[in-house]
């Protein structure tokens, strides 16, 4: 008889609608979800005294079916704050855009464009032509093409120059990246018939040379962006190989991954081959990614010979894996920075790998200043992203203590916008290196909100 009486006392969809919190709610989250919000907060309190618990009270339904409203309408994709020190975080999305490319999205979504219509003719045009003018001028390729990411360019490009048909590989470069992408399986995908040469640690001329007995489709250079051999280890120079696959007249490609256009060397990091330094030493194609070192949109870009694009541009895969209207937008404002030579000062990955400890210092002395607390540590940033494996930048840190450091990194991961940081030797450690200047006081005000030690 309790039970029924419990239930008894639950208010109707109706009365809570009388509510002027819920009114509100209608004006912001709209008049059916509001219900369904009701609906569920009342289930679960119906649920609950059927289960032996007391039934809520008014308020708390209210507050259950706001809780609910929130929850729905939260994005899954949400900003963040980088305080890892890793530049090119792919679980954090990689490179951030710069101002211009923002913009150049943000004008290219607010009405109709000109992505398939050509203003000279009046006609059709094509989406390919969309940075390829300013991609064949920085790299001195002949042509080029944007597609959806790096693995669709090299999947795109096997299929439609090598199917059914052998592609020449070393053991070397047999590789697997992130979210299980391995190139023989992409091979494989594409229909092409891979051909292993060497050995996993070395590879010679001669290899190539053996395999390049028989005929081949292509021969297939795959750089090693995201690891590293050392000790006993050969392998041929990229200009030795692309010159013996010419005298086969075999087209010589070159998944360069990382797509660097500038040097990292001037950032005291080891030398990541540049995409112009690829096509210089012959290859016929180059495949890369927009999202990395380039410090654009997630794309894919082929660059290479004009006959070898124009065949990739009619395969019927290249429009499965075609490049969006806001992909060409902020990929051709990016890559304007470099035609304008000011990539180092308007793409945030290269100001990120510009800043120097002493800069980096004041940043985290500014953070402890501010918050009364703290300390500053030197510690190292890494690239990240598939770049520069096991290279490293100094930095300095910006350390808190507290009593329970994997509690204080979840309360930082729930602030607005949340903070990711990381844990060593018991401390919370935050690397200034890739928190935007913009972000800062989000940031402190987070950080104060954390118990001390």
């Known amino acids: 008889m309790t039970e029924m009486n419990d239930l008894r006392a639950l208010p109707s969809v109706d009365q809570l609608l009388q509510s002027g919190q819920v009114a509100e709610w209608i004006d912001s989250y709209g008049r059916s979800l509001t219900l369904d919000a009701l609906r569920e907060s009342l289930a679960a309190a119906r649920a609950g005294v059927q289960s032996g618990r007391p039934a809520p009270g008014y308020d708390d339904l209210l507050h259950n079916a706001h809780h609910l409203l929130q929850t729905w309408m939260t994005p899954t994709l949400r900003p963040v704050i980088n305080a890892t020190g890793v530049v090119l975080h792919t679980n954090l999305g990689r490179a951030p855009l710069s101002r211009a490319a923002l913009a150049a999205i943000q004008q290219t979504a607010s009405g109709y464009n000109t992505l398939e219509y050509d203003l000279t003719r009046g006609t059709r045009g094509s989406r390919s032509m969309h940075a390829e003018a300013l991609l064949t001028r920085l790299t001195g390729a002949q042509a080029a093409l944007v597609v959806n990411n790096n693995a669709a360019a090299v999947l795109l490009a096997l299929s439609a120059l090598a199917k059914r048909r052998r592609v020449i590989i070393s053991r070397t470069q047999l590789v697997e990246i992130g979210g299980g992408f391995r190139v023989p399986d992409v091979m494989a995908q ?150 304008k030579d000011e990539a180092e000062r308007e793409i945030p990955v290269w100001r990120f790998l510009a800043q120097t400890p002493e800069q980096l210092e004041r940043r985290a002395s500014a953070w402890a200043a501010a918050l009364g607390r703290g300390e500053v540590l030197e510690g190292k940033s890494t690239v990240g992203g598939g770049s520069l494996p096991e290279e490293t930048l100094p930095t300095r840190l910006f350390a808190l203590n507290v009593r329970q450091p994997n509690a204080a990194l979840a309360r930082l991961r729930q602030a607005d916008p949340p903070v990711i940081a990381y844990i060593e030797n018991d401390r919370v450690l935050l690397d200034p290196r890739t928190v935007l200047p913009e972000q800062e006081d989000d940031l402190l005000r987070a950080l104060r909100g954390l118990p001390g030690d």
């Open 190 to 339: 594409s229909g092409a018939r891979l051909v292993e040469v060497g050995t996993t640690n070395r590879v010679h001329l001669a290899d190539y040379e053996a395999a390049l007995a028989e005929p081949a489709a292509m021969l297939l250079h795959a750089h090693s962006s995201n690891f590293r051999i050392i000790g006993f280890t050969a392998e041929p120079a990229l200009a030795e190989v692309a010159a013996l696959a010419h005298r086969q007249g075999v087209p010589f490609v070159d998944d360069l991954g990382s797509g660097a256009l500038l040097d990292t060397a001037r950032y005291g990091l080891s030398h990541e081959p540049t995409v112009q330094e690829s096509l210089a030493a012959g290859s016929d194609l180059v495949c890369f990614s927009g999202d990395k070192l380039l410090g654009g949109p997630q794309a894919g870009i082929l660059t290479g010979r004009s006959d070898l694009i124009a065949k990739i541009k009619k395969h019927p895969l290249a429009r499965a894996v075609r490049a969006d209207k806001l992909c060409l937008a902020a990929l051709s404002a990016t890559l304007a920075h470099y035609l």
